[in-house]
């Protein structure tokens, strides 16, 4: 896609690449960037945040082959590079440098208040490093350098997207209007709860999720362990496995099948083995051709490689732009 100037919508989104891709990251993220990606005049940029990733436990041997696997699941999900740009958020440093001049605008005290930092501190206690209290300031780097108006992310992401307006904010006062004040793009589905019945679908969560890589059988194990009752009841519930199942049967079967279910939880009663089989059915057949696809990009080596050449060159081209602006309007240059 070519970007005449300011004339197009920008649109910027990533994804850590902490492994496959899970249900959550596909119906709350990239659903989002396939949405977008077919609208006309929209120039959208979708990176691997492989900088951001390495803020938690990772292993340096094999992050190359992680950050691939979501450049395959990108394109295996329908990204287009005829539509939209793809980037390894590191092979453009001005994401690092623009980080750097925005974090000296912000409060060091409101990072630490961020909900997502304290979940963090819980998740990671022996992991404190300073890229995590960072980890918001480079994400609106990400965004603010690419002038981006919309980012398609799921809710849990909220929080971030807050700070990146208050820094696009605080800029522009002080500097001169320079950035748009980015706003949230959701999905229908923008929140995926856990398998577990507890929180959001998570990679950091053990038996929480279910990736697109999954096959029937693995679908069918890792719904079987959701935590159910006695299929029967006086209210349908709201939260935990039962809630979760009946949001699934909504996605993947329709909101006509999911009444269905509600109804038959009030008077008869749940079969929760076929529910699960059913669901399992439906789940997989929405990840087959997705499986397939995937394939084919893994034995075209080349070819992710020249799309990703490619996604760098016109994000450099921005990214230069933006830098020079804001080192100008800083004083630096
Ligand atoms: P991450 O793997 O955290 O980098 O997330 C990549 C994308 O998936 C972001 O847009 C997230 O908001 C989205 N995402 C992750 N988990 C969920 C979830 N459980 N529900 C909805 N969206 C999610
Ligand atoms: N924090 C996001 C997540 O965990 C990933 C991310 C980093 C991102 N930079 C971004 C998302 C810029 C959108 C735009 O999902």
Do not use: W
Request: with cysteine.
């Amino acid at each position: 896609m070519n970007n005449k100037g300011n004339t197009k919508i920008r649109i910027f989104s990533g994804t850590r690449p902490t492994g496959f891709l899970h249900l959550g990251n596909y119906l709350g993220g990239l659903k989002g960037y396939l949405d977008l990606q077919n609208k006309q005049n929209y120039d959208c940029i979708y990176a691997v945040v492989d900088l951001h990733g390495i803020t938690s436990p990772y292993d340096s041997k094999t992050y190359q082959d992680k950050i691939r696997e979501v450049v395959l699941e990108y394109l295996a999900c329908g990204l287009d590079p005829k539509k939209c740009h793809l980037l390894i958020q590191s092979q453009v440093p001005q994401h690092v440098e623009l980080a750097y001049l925005l974090g000296t605008l912000y409060p060091v005290s409101r990072l630490e208040q961020l909900p997502t930092y304290k979940e963090k501190k819980k998740e990671q206690p022996h992991y404190m490093n300073m890229g995590l209290l960072y980890y918001p300031v480079l994400m609106a780097a990400d965004i603010l350098l690419y002038k981006t108006q919309f980012v398609p992310v799921g809710k849990d992401q909220g929080p971030h997207l807050e700070v990146t307006r208050e820094i696009a904010r605080i800029f522009n006062r002080r500097f001169g209007k320079t950035f748009p004040e980015p706003q949230i793009y959701l999905t229908s589905s923008s929140y995926i709860p856990s398998l577990t019945g507890e929180g959001k679908m998570s990679k950091s969560k053990e038996g929480s999720y279910i990736n697109l890589v999954d096959d029937l059988r693995t679908i069918k194990i890792k719904l079987a362990r959701v935590p159910t009752d006695t299929g029967k009841g006086k209210k349908v519930p709201q939260k935990g496995g039962v809630a979760v199942l009946l949001a699934l049967v909504e996605i993947f079967e329709g909101e006509e099948k999911r009444k269905d279910y509600e109804k038959l939880y009030l008077e008869k009663g749940i079969q929760y083995k076929s529910l699960k089989e059913e669901l399992a059915i439906a789940i997989y057949k929405e990840l087959k051709p997705i499986q397939k696809k995937r394939k084919y990009f893994e034995e075209n080596p080349e070819l992710v490689n020249e799309i990703l050449e490619q996604g760098r060159k016109h994000a450099s081209r921005i990214a230069k732009q933006t830098i020079l602006e804001v080192k100008q309007k800083m004083g630096i240059v």
